[in-house]
């Protein structure tokens, strides 16, 4: 398998930490890593348990500089 990074930006209030935030992303992302007993398993899905989240607290624009488009 291929390794990927995603970013993600999300707005969350303030008084939330940014480990408790990357905690629930993480078990969502790792609950949808789990094919549904219908569907074919000779589809790759990643071990659940390698998923790794990282947040980093910092506002939109200093990570995408570049315009963006609705």
């Known amino acids: 398998m291929t390794s990927r990074t995603v970013i993600v930006a ?3 209030p303030s008084g939330i930490p940014a480990i408790d935030l990357a905690r629930r ?3 969502v ?3 949808a890593c789990r094919p549904e007993p219908s569907e074919s398993r000779s589809l790759l899905w990643p071990d ?3 998923i790794e989240v ?3 607290d910092c506002a ?3 990570l995408f500089t570049l315009p ?3």
Do not use: F, G, H, N
């Open 10 to 12: 999300i707005d969350t």
């Open 25 to 27: 992303i993480q078990s």
């Open 29 to 31: 992302l790792r609950k």
């Open 48 to 50: 659940p348990t390698s």
């Open 54 to 56: 990282t947040v980093v």
């Open 60 to 62: 939109r624009d200093a």
């Open 68 to 70: 963006q488009k609705d």
